[in-house]
Structure formats: structure tokens, C-alpha cells
């Protein structure tokens, strides 16, 4: 719980790790998380990147902070409990969806953002499995 408006310029140290991006067999996933460079994680990255990586978390936990001092514990687990709740209803993952009730609970329905208008899945070029992708989500693995 602290009231910083920005996140911090030094990136948090942590142990890098191919668990998240294994296939069944235990090797790195290439096709589904592209070539691995260990250059690349192991180099520091730019503060800044580092920053906007974590702005909307660090003006989430601000906005929850000043909640809970004014209101008491109840308004942001009532506000956490929503976005759950309505974060779980999707289509299936191949299919393009959006989730506006999710939108309108963080207020992101407000802005105009590159995301808008320059990821429109409709656009995308992608062919996925409709198999494969399900298989992804739910963790089967055959």
C-alpha cells in the first residue's frame, strides 16, 4: 500500500525462466512464442520500459489505496470482485471479442487508445485452430 503515482525507474530482479513457454515435451514453445534469445533476457532493459510496462498497475494500485483510506476495505475488493466476475465471460479464444462491462469497470471506455483501433483482431492475418487454441486454453495437452 503506498500512494506512488509512478512506477519505480529500477526494474524488479528476478530469476529468468522458460517455465511459462514449454510444450509438453519441456523445451521452449518457438512456434507459439516465437525464437528465444538469452541476450535478451539476461541485458538490463530501459528504465522507461520498464515504467510503462507497469504504469496501469502502478495507477490501479494508487486508485485502490486512496479507495480503501477513504471508503475502508470494502470498495476495492467490491471493485476486485466485479472485474472477476465479468472478466470471465468470453468467447472462445479464436473468435474476436470484447469486453466492454470489463472496460467500463476500469474506466478504460473513457480514452481512445492505439489498441482500439490499430489491433483489430478482424484485421489480423493469424489463422489459428480452433482445436489447438482450446487445448492452449483450458492446459490439454495430448
Do not use: C
Amino acid at each position: 500500500m503506498s500512494l506512488r503515482i509512478t512506477p519505480s525507474t529500477q526494474p524488479d530482479s528476478t530469476n529468468k525462466s522458460i517455465a511459462e513457454t514449454v510444450n509438453s515435451f519441456g523445451v521452449h514453445d518457438t512456434f507459439r512464442y516465437g525464437p528465444k534469445s538469452i541476450a535478451t533476457d539476461i541485458l538490463p532493459k530501459h528504465p522507461l520500459e520498464h515504467r510503462l510496462k507497469h504504469w496501469e498497475e502502478t495507477q490501479t494500485n494508487l486508485k485502490f489505496t486512496l479507495e480503501r483510506r477513504i471508503y475502508g476495505i470494502h470498495a476495492p475488493v467490491r471493485q476486485l470482485m466485479e472485474r472477476s466476475i465479468v472478466s470471465r465471460v468470453q468467447r472462445a479464444p479464436i473468435l474476436p471479442s470484447s469486453n466492454l462491462s470489463l472496460e467500463v469497470l476500469m474506466g478504460k471506455d473513457e480514452t481512445i487508445d492505439f489498441e482500439d483501433f490499430l489491433n483489430v483482431p478482424e484485421l489480423s492475418t493469424d489463422m489459428m485452430d480452433m482445436h489447438a487454441s482450446m487445448e492452449h486454453k483450458l492446459g490439454i495437452k495430448l
